[in-house]
């Protein structure tokens, strides 16, 4: 498991959590700082969940259909053009609360296409022996890089400039996501199952 690729899938993963993390708290200040209030930010978070759920099942039939590695780099350029012009167009004052919801909704979506991709391009990396372990890594890094890391530097961000620079960290994050991704050698296709791929998303949603 000390392989090149899974290193390179590991990375990618820690670097999208991570962007992930500073997007969520990022968002929320962003919202407050356009001078919105609880309820503009539960339109937001509302609509980003949407996005996710509503994904989900998209993300898998992609990921059946088309090379995994593909779809989370596109992912990636996806969340990283986002957030680099949320970041931006909040810097210069430009920034709108309608464009934070529309960025949010594609924020959940990317995650929800995120997840079945990965899980589908992990077992193809790694050997049926090494897997528990290497979703064990999995396990450790959501809770300590995207529930942990990423929000407490968005916070501190947040606290010292404003949101808008965070949200650029978040498309930085993402670029290094991508990048990791792209170095991986491609897979031949190889199709899996679906079932199996939504099974493990929602755990790791429950977690």
Not at 54 to 64: C, E, R, Y
Request: proline share 5%; with cysteine.
């Amino acid at each position: 498991m000390a392989g090149a690729q899974f290193r390179r899938l590991v990375a990618g993963l820690i670097l999208a959590l991570f962007s992930d993390g500073v997007w969520e708290i990022a968002l929320v200040w962003q919202i407050i700082e356009l001078g919105g209030g609880p309820t503009q930010v539960a339109w937001a978070t509302g609509v980003s969940a949407v996005g996710m759920v509503v994904s989900t099942l998209a993300g898998g039939v992609l990921a059946d259909r088309i090379s995994q590695r593909s779809i989370i780099v596109a992912l990636e350029v996806v969340k990283m053009g986002v957030f680099g012009l949320v970041g931006v167009l909040s810097i210069l004052g430009a920034l709108t609360l309608p464009m934070v919801v529309i960025a949010a909704l594609l924020g959940g979506v990317t995650t929800g296409m995120y997840y079945p991709a990965y899980s589908a391009l992990l077992p193809r990396i790694v050997s049926a022996s090494e897997l528990q372990a290497a979703n064990g890594i999995e396990g450790f890094s959501r809770p300590v890089v995207y529930q942990a890391i990423g929000p407490m530097v968005a916070g501190l961000i947040v606290s010292i400039a404003a949101p808008g620079p965070a949200v650029v960290l978040a498309a930085v994050a993402s670029i290094g996501s991508g990048a990791c991704y792209l170095t991986m050698k491609p897979l031949p296709r190889r199709r899996e199952s679906l079932r199996g791929r939504l099974a493990h998303w929602h755990k790791l949603l429950i977690r």
